[in-house]
C-alpha cells in the first residue's frame, strides 16, 4: 500500500514550503520529526538548568573568595563562613574543619594515652599521612560538587550524538519509501522524486537543529564547569595557607 505522502508526491501535489513537507509527510517521518522535537526541548531545558546553576555558583564562589582572602584569621573566616550564603564553598570549608577538629582529638588521645598525661598540650600539626587525607578529602568534596552541578550533561552529550543518527534514520527510509512508490506507479521523472527525497531530508534538517546547539551548549558548560573546578582549587590553596598560618597542620 502507497503511503498518502507517497500519493501526493507521484499525483502532481508538489509541497511548496517546509511546513508543508512536514504537514504532507508520511507517518514515519512525522514520527521521526516528534521524536527529534522532544529531544529539543529537552536538550534546551538542560542547557538552561546548567546555565543557570553554573551562572550562579561562579557569582557566588567570585564572593566568597574576595571576603576569604580578606581574612586575617581562621577565627574570622569561619564567621565569614557561618553568616555566607550555602555554596559549595561553604560545605568545602565546614568539611575541612570538621575533618581538621576529628584528627585533633584523635592526636589527642593518642598523646594521651602514649604520656599517661591528660593536661598534656595537644600536638597543633598534623602528620604527613593526615595532611595528604585533608587534601584527599578537599579533592573529593571538590569533584562531587562538579559532578552535581554538571549531573544533566551527560544527557545532553547523548542528545548531541544521537539525534543525527535518527534523522539519518528517517532519511534514509523515507528515501526508501520514496523510491518504492515511484516504482509503484511507474514515474521517474525529477518533479515525482524531488518531493519525497525533501521530505526525507527533512529529518536531517531537523536533527541537525537538534544536535548543533546541543553540541555546543555541552562544550560551553563543561569548559564553566573547568574554571568552577579552578576556582574551588584556588579556594583549598587558600584554606591550606591559612590554616598554615594558624599553625593548624
Known amino acids: 500500500m502507497v503511503m498518502p505522502g507517497l500519493l501526493m508526491q507521484v499525483g502532481g501535489a508538489v509541497p511548496t514550503s517546509p ?18 522535537a522532544v529531544l529539543s526541548l529537552v536538550s534546551w ?18 564572593t566568597f573568595l574576595d571576603k576569604f582572602d580578606r581574612t ?11 553568616f555566607a550564603p550555602p555554596s559549595a564553598f561553604s560545605r568545602l570549608f565546614g568539611r575541612t574543619m570538621q575533618y581538621l577538629s576529628d584528627t585533633h582529638g584523635m592526636n589527642l588521645q593518642l598523646r594521651e594515652r602514649e604520656l599517661g598525661d591528660v593536661a598534656a598540650p595537644p ?11 585533608m587534601h584527599l578529602i578537599l579533592d573529593t568534596e571538590a569533584s562531587a560538587e562538579r559532578d552535581r552541578m554538571g549531573r544533566h550533561l551527560p544527557w545532553l552529550a547523548s542528545i548531541a550524538s544521537v539525534s543525527p543518527l535518527i534523522g539519518l534514520l528517517g532519511t534514509v527510509l523515507g528515501v526508501i519509501e520514496a523510491f518504492i512508490g515511484i516504482a509503484l506507479k511507474g514515474s521517474g521523472n525529477l518533479s515525482a522524486v524531488a518531493p519525497g527525497v525533501a521530505e526525507a531530508l527533512m529529518a536531517t534538517a531537523a536533527s541537525l537543529a537538534v544536535a548543533i546547539p546541543a553540541t555546543f551548549g555541552y562544550n560551553i558548560f563543561g569548559n564553566q564547569l573547568n574554571r568552577f573546578d579552578a576556582q574551588m582549587e584556588r579556594f583549598g590553596t587558600s584554606l591550606i595557607a591559612l590554616l598554615v598560618r594558624e599553625g593548624q597542620i
Open 19 to 36: 511546513i508543508e513537507l512536514v504537514t504532507h509527510a508520511t507517518l514515519l517521518t512525522k514520527i521521526v520529526l516528534i521524536v527529534l
Open 45 to 62: 531545558a538542560i542547557m538552561f538548568a546548567v546555565w543557570r546553576e553554573v551562572r550562579r555558583a561562579r557569582a557566588t564562589g567570585e
Open 72 to 82: 586575617k584569621s581562621l577565627a574570622e573566616a569561619g564567621a565569614m563562613v557561618k
Open 123 to 133: 600536638a597543633a600539626t598534623l602528620t604527613g599521612s593526615q595532611i595528604e587525607t
